[in-house]
């Protein structure tokens, strides 16, 4: 099975700050990778796939970048909002995993 | 507007069986294969099964492979998840997600999730 790791588990950070999460796969997964974020009570809702596409809706401050093993998600100025849990996930094939996810706290 | 509500959700005890249904509305169900995701209490998001869309095959998390059972009756716009042999480890917020498995691949909607707890 493919794990990936994110890093860090906890992130804390100022309005207008630029952030960086790394999910990291246990084997070639080519762009199969997408960035999900999900708040408190809420379902988890999709910002990127294909590694580096920004779903439809989703403000332009967030980015993805990578291929192969290594990927980011970078928030260019962290806006209040933007508090929550992140998860990246793979399709490369089956069994799909999840990263074990990176908590935003928003200062 | 893509909308997906799960039920069927509840307290059942350790050996018990439960089903789950996600009602899919907004879109081509059978075009589409689905997934459940759970999650449990504050923890992360734990992949569960998927079903496709052309040919229903089906795919399971090693987790419970041999205890649920995925299927979709596409007349009805309908994901179930049969499971059976519930463990206090199935405890979970169980969600349905509408995957995207043609030229790129992702899943685009969620529902709220539907809550299964086994317990004595």
């Known amino acids: 099975d493919i794990q990936l790791t994110q890093s860090p588990s906890f992130l804390s950070a100022s309005v207008g700050d630029r952030v960086t999460i790394t999910c990291r796969a246990s084997q070639d997964i080519n762009s199969l990778l997408a960035w999900l974020q999900q708040k408190p009570g809420k379902a988890p809702k999709l910002l990127i796939f294909?590694?580096?596409t920004l779903q439809s809706g989703v403000p332009s401050r967030f980015s993805g970048s990578g291929y192969g093993t290594e990927f980011t998600l970078t928030i260019s100025s962290l806006q209040p909002e933007d508090f929550g849990t992140y998860y990246c996930?793979?399709?490369?094939?089956?069994?799909?995993?999840f990263g074990q996810g990176t908590r935003l706290e928003i200062k | 507007e893509v909308q997906l509500v799960e039920s069927g959700g509840g307290l059942v005890k350790p050996g018990g069986s439960l089903r789950l249904s996600c009602a899919a509305s907004?879109?081509?169900?059978?075009?589409?294969?689905m997934h459940w995701v759970r999650q449990a209490p504050g923890k992360g998001l734990e992949w569960v099964s998927c079903i496709r869309g052309f040919n229903s095959n089906t795919y399971y998390a090693d987790s419970v492979k041999g205890r649920f059972i995925v299927s979709r009756d596409n007349a009805k716009n309908s994901l179930f998840l049969q499971m059976d042999s519930l463990t206090a480890e199935d405890t979970a917020l169980y969600y349905c997600?509408?995957?995207?498995?043609?030229?790129?691949?992702?899943?685009?909607?969620w529902g709220q999730g539907t809550l299964v707890i086994v317990s004595s």
């Open positions: 997600a509408r995957y995207h498995d043609t030229g790129f691949f992702y899943v685009d909607y």
């Open positions: 996930q793979h399709f490369k094939d089956f069994p799909i995993t």
């Open positions: 907004g879109f081509s169900f059978s075009s589409y294969s």
């Open positions: 294909a590694a580096s």
